[in-house]
């Protein structure tokens, strides 16, 4: 293989570099006008009058939306659960409500944003406050103020898993370990705040060109809630300064068109632009879920898994987002990546006036994985047992059955994950089974304060959308020339979104055709000339688009060598079919396609400050064939420092709807300076029979592993289990000053 | 030249050549304010804290970016030296490495190229990070206004939270650094959340030095920042490190004494609870590490 399998250079490196590359806020159009978005400011109130009277006759305001302008006044990718606007006006029920404070009241369009911004403080809004929703476990409780009073419940989704029988197995286990984890939120956080511009283009389509994860999906929304049919609606995605989930959902997309639309309508053809503050991208859009998993797990003496009950409660915030799929996830993975022959998991999600929880690198994943993980290191110890011993007693293996019933897909290599990981960690087998290194090996520190530990952790994680929900990716390809292939144009929707996906594509193209990669032409994500992709996300865009390539190449080079010209290949490639959970039992084929992987952590732990610095990080992660190897190492050490600042640092403070961290100097993400010294990338590549060339996903699975590691590892420097974090050094020191008083 | 940039108010831009020129419009009536490195200055007028009409820089007047030597191994710092040219600068590393080490503890690279020590000492934040060297170095910051020069010692400098104790019209023009004591060992520890660019949750600077007319045979000057309405110094601590032999036992008592004087508040970086602990285990350190150098050098 020439291309798949080499490092080759970004296709979007020069522009980055240079600072050619525009991102939507760097894009400016002739005459346009500014917006702004009056939000709600509240958690949970309703609106009981809306005047816009004094914004509309300021000079240079041309004009205010708001509910009543919305067509179709709701959205929501799952279910549309959510006002595009809040406030009286619009036939949508319970519309007039704000339920966090990051909802969206009225949209401002005028001459420059300075004027945008006065204009909003003229628009009197009379709320009527509401009881606050703090708390899923309360919201779920009977009597709560309800979110949506026609749905009912707070409870939006609910899933169950009932294999075997757990009160059996407990009876039997010769341990158990019973817990309650509890994880935080966590602020996305992208170098680039929500942006666009919102026009009519030449062909008269209602356009945005903005960032965004899913351009079809995108324009599927706004055609939604403007009531116009998808050809009229034209979503372009420029240059995207990341994304990790967060650009799942609708931020700026369809309030940008309904204003270059109304305003069209009244005869003014002027591009819209916006340009949100880090504030209003903090407050704007989801978060990470907070969860509360109750685990209570059995194992016999010899280290086997005989039994696991989970409750999964997911904060889901105010609107649905993405959180039943989320949810969806976690109730796979709260078990983690073993056969347990008995188990019962109920999960919920349940809304309160949080920001909503949505989409987040790991998408349920980490959650259940820290939990999982949690008991898997706690039964081990409770066994005296090797935590490498007891995950390779129990790792899922070809044929064995998940909790819903069914095997995995062919290519299980969770076990060889694990193993591959604790050698190079410095593990050792031996006749008496697998040993951690003994604690010389993690050096000395420097000061009797601190105290160093080592933890290991490993997860499951699906390339592509789950549970039954439609799954595709199309790809167009190109072949122009005469007598030979002069440049192959590939016509495909896959937001770059910093992964490097365009890359990645014009590689896999390349090797498709059998064509240098400088042949390659791409032309991507607009849903003027591309078909839909799908979403980057769900570590599927490279697994996904890959199937669809080839098939478009082997139609194309047919096409040629059939002498057509241009030739031209189209192919949606389809991957086999999951289905939903059952709704009793659970019983489903959750995924077409996985990825594994295992990492361990070693720390140094200040006992008297509280602080964990992370040392080494290994991570062992199987991606079944590494289509560009440096990106995939982008993508490990990218995984494991987000995830670092999950773990320890990131505290997100929302109480009463009222957000202390709207910014990035009281919001922290780690810095060059906070990252694990070390962080090793230990690439594997066992095939998944249905990748092309072999490749699974793996932009998630290297993010999962870390925090229960780093659970684990403080567990072994200082003796004390971590079930919630961020592990802050006050939450550390306040919990080795409890342990020191009897 | 009017600005208007997006989430900033609209604001005349002058640079100031002569300090006659900025006490004319200071006394204009028009609202103005003083600007070097513009770090706080655009941070806070973006949060809408004051909306300056005219925003009068001052950092091309005469000596505001020098560094020069005064009599006797002293210091003449312009208020307008940024912060990573004082933390590189030859005499600063030499004689005053403390003064180094606090100025390469603020935020990054970056914002030090822009940010003045001058600067950071006149926006009196609890949190400044200069301003614990300012104090144990007893530093002298020296104003200019129409009534001419004035004199003011660090310690009567930090009035309040933002709060200084420059005269209407006045302007900080340098930090004057007297001599140091012979053989000082100095320390700045910062806490913060996180290895860079965060603001102090606590920071404590000691300056230790040999002195043969104190019962201990040593003196120690500590101050801290974060942990109460203003920085300050610690006498209770330096009281006791003068009087008793020093130890382990002598430096633990003083880091209690500097908890005890430090009345910090909660927020959204720290408890309050969480800086007094770590206060002690700062001044502690900080303490530990200067007598351990005083050791080797002695
Ligand atoms: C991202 C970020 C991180 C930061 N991190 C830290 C940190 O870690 N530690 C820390 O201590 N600070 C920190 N700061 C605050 C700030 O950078 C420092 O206080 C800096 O030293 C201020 O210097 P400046 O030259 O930018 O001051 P300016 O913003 O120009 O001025 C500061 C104040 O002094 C007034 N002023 C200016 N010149 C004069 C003068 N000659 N006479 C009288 N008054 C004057 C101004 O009107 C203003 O009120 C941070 C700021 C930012 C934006």
Redesign the interface.
């Given at each position: 293989m020439t291309h798949v399998g080499k490092s080759e250079k970004r296709v979007d490196a020069l522009g980055k570099v240079t600072g050619e590359t525009q991102f939507p806020g760097d894009i400016n159009m002739p005459n346009q006008a500014y917006m702004k978005i009056l939000f709600a400011g509240r958690p949970h109130a309703s609106i009981r009058r809306l005047d816009s009277s004094a914004a509309e006759a300021m000079s240079g305001v041309l004009a205010v939306f708001t509910a009543k302008d919305v067509p179709v006044n709701e959205y929501g990718l799952i279910m549309p659960d959510q006002p595009v606007l809040c406030g009286p006006g619009s036939a949508k029920q319970y519309a007039d409500r704000v339920r966090f404070i990051g909802d969206q009241v009225a949209v401002v369009v005028a001459e420059?944003?300075?004027i945008a911004a006065q204009a909003l403080e003229r628009i009197e809004v009379e709320f009527e406050d509401l009881p606050v929703a703090q708390d899923a476990l309360e919201s779920m409780a009977e009597g709560a103020v309800l979110l949506h009073p026609d749905r009912g419940s707070n409870i939006f989704c609910q899933y169950r898993i009932r294999k075997g029988d757990v009160e059996e197995a407990f009876a039997q286990a010769d341990v158990m370990v019973e817990s309650e984890y509890r994880t935080p939120p966590q602020e996305h956080a992208y170098l680039q705040p929500e942006a666009g511009l919102g026009y009519i283009d030449d062909e008269g389509r209602v356009t945005v060109n903005v960032a965004g994860q899913w351009t079809h999906e995108d324009q599927e929304q706004i055609a939604h809630a403007l009531g116009l049919p998808v050809e009229q609606v034209r979503v372009v995605y420029s240059a995207i300064g990341g994304a990790f989930g967060g650009r799942e959902d609708m931020s700026v997309q369809i309030v940008l068109a309904l204003a270059a639309w109304r305003l069209h309508q009244r005869g003014i053809d002027r591009p819209v632009k916006v340009?949100w503050?880090r504030e209003e991208s903090i407050l704007g859009h989801h978060k990470r879920h907070r969860y509360v998993i109750r685990s209570k797990w059995g194992a016999t003496k010899e280290g086997k898994v005989v039994a696991a009950e989970c409750e999964v409660i997911q904060d889901g915030g105010a609107y649905a987002y993405t959180s039943t799929k989320v949810l969806g996830n976690s109730t796979l993975m709260c078990t983690g990546p073993y056969e347990i022959p008995n188990v019962k998991v109920d999960a919920y999600s349940v809304y309160t006036n949080h920001i909503p929880g949505g989409a987040f690198r790991g998408f349920g994943g980490p959650q259940g994985a820290f939990a999982a993980e949690g008991q898997m290191n706690k039964l081990a110890e409770k066994l005296g047992m090797d935590a490498v011993e007891i995950r390779l007693k129990n790792v899922l293996t070809e044929g064995a059955l998940l909790s819903v019933g069914t095997p995995l897909p062919e290519g299980v290599s969770i076990g060889k994950v694990v193993e591959e990981c604790a050698v190079r960690s410095g593990w050792k087998r031996s006749g008496r089974g697998w040993k951690k290194p003994a604690r010389k090996r993690l050096g000395s520190p420097e000061e009797d304060h601190l105290r160093r530990g080592i933890g290991i952790a490993c997860a499951f994680k699906n390339v592509g959308f789950s549970f039954g929900a439609p799954e595709q990716n199309t790809a167009i390809i190109e072949l122009h020339g005469k007598e030979r292939i002069e440049e192959a144009v590939l016509r495909h929707a896959a937001a770059e979104v910093g992964q490097g996906a365009h890359t990645v594509l014009a590689q896999m193209a390349a090797e498709a055709l059998d064509l240098p990669i400088t042949k390659i032409r791409l032309v991507v994500s607009d849903t003027a000339v591309t078909h839909d992709s799908g979403s980057s996300s769900a570590s599927r865009m490279t697994f996904m688009a890959g199937n669809a390539i080839r098939g478009a190449a082997e139609s194309a080079m047919e096409k040629w060598h059939a002498e057509e010209r241009p030739a031209v290949g189209i192919y949606q490639y389809r991957p086999p079919p999951t289905t939903p959970l059952d709704p009793k039992t659970g019983k489903s084929e959750p995924n077409f396609s996985y990825g594994y992987v295992a990492e361990t952590v070693s720390v140094e732990v200040d006992t008297?400050?509280g602080h964990v610095r992370l040392l080494d990080v290994i991570c062992a992660d199987d991606v079944g064939r590494a289509v560009n190897p440096q990106l995939v190492q982008g993508q490990i050490e990218g995984a494991v420092v987000q995830a670092a600042g999950y773990a320890l640092?990131e505290d997100f403070?929302e109480q009463g709807g009222e957000v202390?961290?709207v910014r990035l100097?009281?919001y922290?993400i780690?810095?060059?300076?906070?990252i694990p010294e070390r962080v090793e990338s230990v690439i594997l590549e066992y095939p998944d029979p249905i990748g092309p060339w072999g490749a699974r996903g793996m932009g998630e699975m290297p993010y999962l592993p870390l925090t229960p590691a780093v659970a684990a590892a403080v567990r072994d420097a200082v003796g004390i289990w971590f079930d919630t974090f961020p592990l802050?050094?006050?939450r550390v020191?306040n919990a080795l000053k409890e342990s020191e008083t009897p | 030249m009017k600005s208007v940039r997006p989430g900033l108010p609209e604001f005349d831009y002058i640079r100031a050549e002569t300090i006659e020129q900025v006490s004319e419009l200071l006394k204009n009536g028009k609202p103005s304010r003083l600007l070097m490195g513009g770090t706080d200055v655009f941070v806070q007028m973006r949060d809408g804290a004051f909306s300056p009409a005219i925003l009068v820089d001052v950092k091309h007047l005469p000596g505001m970016q020098s560094i020069q030597k005064t009599g006797n191994k002293g210091l003449r710092i312009g208020a307008a030296v940024d912060l990573n040219t004082l933390a590189g600068h030859p005499e600063v590393v030499k004689s005053f490495p403390l003064l180094a080490e606090a100025a390469q503890s603020v935020a990054s690279y970056q914002l030090r190229s822009r940010a003045t020590m001058g600067g950071n000492l006149c926006n009196a934040s609890p949190a400044a990070d200069t301003a614990p060297a300012a104090l144990v170095l007893e530093a002298i910051l020296v104003a200019q206004g129409s009534n001419g020069e004035r004199r003011i010692p660090a310690h009567d400098f930090f009035t309040g939270p933002g709060q200084n104790a420059l005269q209407d019209g006045e302007i900080l023009t340098s930090i004057e650094i007297p001599p140091p004591p012979k053989g000082p060992v100095g320390r700045y520890l910062k806490l913060g959340r996180n290895a860079e660019g965060d603001l102090a949750i606590v920071g404590v600077a000691v300056l230790g030095y040999a002195d043969k007319t104190s019962e201990s045979g040593f003196r120690f000057r500590m101050a801290l920042s974060s942990v109460a309405p203003t920085p300050i110094r610690v006498p209770t601590a330096e009281d006791i490190l003068e009087s008793r032999t020093i130890g382990d036992e002598t430096i633990s008592a003083a880091a209690q004494a500097a908890r005890k004087t430090a009345k910090p508040i909660d927020d959204v970086r720290a408890s309050a609870g969480y800086r007094s602990a770590m206060v002690e285990v700062h001044a502690r350190r900080a303490l530990h590490a200067v007598w351990t150098a005083l050791g080797r050098e002695a």
């Open positions: 420059s944003e300075a340009i503050s008297e400050t640092m403070q202390r961290t100097s009281t922290l780690p810095t060059v300076r906070d802050t050094p006050e020191l | -």
